[in-house]
């Protein structure tokens, strides 16, 4: 019997705590898990990863565990080889200051440094005062105005950036386009603060809508015109940041909770940990007990605190030199756009919307990262890497191979120090950084019909992307937070396309609380007249349905910078080349190890690929 069949017979069998003081950590760990994962169950002997799961909902196990007693971080749920080897190393949440977070937190409240995101949003040209994303969910029947009340103020009161105040409106975050201006707080204190809790009343921010006679077809018609009247509302220089709207439709029948917040308090992952505060709190409510939301570990203005003193630390200046390497001119197009003003403000018009099926789906997202032991973010940029090189016009130049240059947005909520714990923690803390994928000059017509083409290329975007010091945060510090890096970086310019994988969304689900149908989840909301960021963006998300598992890609780009015709031409390559990637998963021996799996120092891909096929021939 190996360490680990050992260690999951005692966890899984015997119902040890593992020294955490919870009776089973193992079974407590898969039910969170399954629970997450929208599974009906989960072994202990299956690992994280290989059941579909990415590191957004990792966050969302961690936030999960702490309640039951279990601190575990977001980095050993996502590298754990299974579940049981997770709650192994488990730690008790209090014990020896196990999940205590920041021992004296800094300014949670009063004026803080603007995050490099903030600052990047400062540089847009356009409206920003109402730039939201907005979640309308399920309310339970009978749920009424003063349970609103009370669960609202329990989240602004709970959740410090939801009171967010920029004295200058949403644009003015205190930094310079180079960086000059964003080591620290306005000396005037026009940057961002967050006053203390109490001081926003949550009943002046939520509109009651009557529908008592509205059915099912006409909720998202009704929420929605709400909605935007209250984006309309948002004001962030006079600290209101949030606003709701309540449908109620009687004692009997599910209403609706619209939560409208601008998006310098909120991103993706907040929703996740808002959604979650809102059931518990109800759930409390319905038990007896008085609703108290569990405390937030890490607050905001803590972290915006650690990463200004992280942009001019040693370790972040000695990252420099890459992020210059990577913005080096690339071949056209999608080589770089220097001046920001260049783009036309983003448009409905210019959006185009494709959806892969459950049976590419699945394999895509659940078989592909297991082949190289990654994540969903690589096979998807595999493709898009791939597609972008067969979408290139012949005669552009090909002076830097198979170079594709690609803005990557992240969580952000990375464990750049000891102590932090964000998994509670509700903000915008996304991060923008360039990654270059050589490539070389792959057989393409292989890779499309997800021959060995596809799994190399596969091995070489996921160490791209595993090379990268603490998943690419460090180039928005040195771009926005760091006076002495930040107009050499900007003067660089940005890459042409951006990306976002949103991570899974559940769908169908009419339980109390989960997103109601006929919404979009969490997608940016801006007032016409904004600059696009990239001259071609793509935001994608899984959505687990009662059908299967589907992936959706919305595409939007500036009309100055492509024609329509281009831009659906390489969403329809991109789908190709998952399409291929997804038949790649069938093939015997497919991908394999990478240099980043193994402890070697020098092991190159060559001799991993040389080594298993050895090793294939021996066995």
Known sequence: ???????????????GDGGT???DPAGTLCALIADVLGLAAVDPGQSFTGLGGDSIQAIQVVSRARPA????????VLRSETVAALAAGARAVGRSGAGAGPARPARRFGPFAPTPIMAWLGELGGPVDTYNQSLVLRTPAGFGAEDAVRVVQALLDTHDILRLRVPGGAGATGAGADGSGADGPDADGAGPLVPPPGSVDARALIEHVEAGDAGDDELPGLVTERIRAARRLLAPAEGIVLRAVRVDRGPARQGR???????MAVDGVSWRILQDDLRSWWEALTAGREPELAPVPTPFAHWAGLLRADATSGRRMAEAGRWTDTLRPAPEPLGGVCALDRLDAESAVNRHTLTLPPDVTGPLLTLAPGLVNGTVNDVLLTGLALAVLAWRRPGTGDGD????????????????????DLSRTVGWFTTVYPVRFDLGLPDLADARAGGPTAGAALRQVKEALRAIPDHGIGHGLLRHGNSRTGSGLAALGIPEIGFNYLGRFPMGDTADWAAAPGHDFALDDADEGLAMAHAVEVNAAAHEGPGGLTLSATWTWAGNAYPADRVRALADEWFA????????????????LTPSDVSLSGLSQADLDAFESQLGDVL
């Not at 019997?1 to 119902?15: E, V, Y």
């Not at 007693?69 to 050993?76: D, F, I, N, P, S």
């Not at 191979?401 to 932090?420: A, F, K, P, Q, Y």
């Not at 291929?580 to 998963?585: E, I, K, M, V």
Request: hydrophobic share 40%; charged share 20%; glycine share 16%.
């Open 1 to 15: 019997m190996t360490d680990l069949d050992r260690s999951t017979t005692i966890l899984a069998g015997n119902g």
């Open 257 to 263: 909770l619209a939560l409208v917040v601008h998006h």
């Open 69 to 76: 007693g279990l601190l575990v971080t977001t980095r050993e």
């Open 21 to 23: 003081g919870v009776p």
């Open 401 to 420: 191979g198979g170079s594709v240059l690609v803005d990557i947005e992240g969580h952000g909520r990375e464990e750049i120090t000891e102590g932090v």
């Open 577 to 592: 080349m998952l399409r291929a990637l997804a038949r790649h998963t069938a093939l015997p021996g497919a991908a394999g």
